[in-house]
């Protein structure tokens, strides 16, 4: 919901850093009550070994790729612009941005300095490049991390942690006929 827990930064770390961190929060969650936190990560540099390694220690995280191709094909260029434009209407519709700390400062920041426009050549809507954004911005440019792990958020909708509890519990099926048995007809 971008404001019960702070953002959480870090830098210069490897893949099995990283990991080892997501681990912690997922424990911290499941301390907190959550049964089955979701896991996203960007799949790109560091975060395919991050993936990798979360998968190899029993953990199922989604691996999202914002340069694949959307759902919305026909709207949006790529998976990145498909999910900044859903955090941007659960901004505008039912999303409550954190205020007064060091990260909502941050996350605002980064949430109103990257532009769109739409492709010439398919009319998609398309997100502003990193690059163009430094070029544009020069010495204030920052990278919008953390506005890119919120829209990671948005890659699948996740069901309430009252719900996930209800098929949490696996139901075993009895069946009176074995057809390896003797006396099967």
């Not at 930064?9 to 929060?25: C, H, K, N, P």
Request: net charge neutral; charged share 30%; aromatic share 10%.
């Amino acid at each position: 919901d971008a404001r019960s827990f702070e953002p959480e930064r870090y830098s210069g770390l490897t893949g099995d850093r990283i990991a080892g961190r997501v681990i912690e929060m997922v424990k911290r969650f499941t301390n907190l009550g959550m049964t089955r936190p979701t896991i996203f990560v960007d799949g790109t540099g560091v975060g395919g070994s991050v993936v990798d390694i979360l998968r190899m220690l029993g953990y199922s995280p989604f691996e999202v790729h914002f340069g694949n191709k959307p759902v919305e094909d026909k709207v949006f260029r790529y998976v990145g612009d498909e999910l900044w434009g859903k955090m941007r209407e659960a901004i505008r519709t039912r999303l409550c941005l954190p205020k007064h700390t060091r990260a909502s400062k941050d996350l605002e920041v980064q949430l109103t300095q990257r532009e769109y426009s739409y492709s010439k050549t398919t009319n998609k809507l398309q997100l502003e490049s990193k690059r163009d954004m430094q070029d544009r911005l020069g010495g204030t440019f920052s990278s919008p991390d953390i506005a890119d792990a919120l829209a990671l958020t948005f890659y699948l909708d996740v069901a309430p942690d009252s719900i996930n509890t209800l098929y949490q519990h696996k139901t075993q099926v009895r069946h009176d006929y074995d057809p390896l048995s003797e006396e099967a007809p």
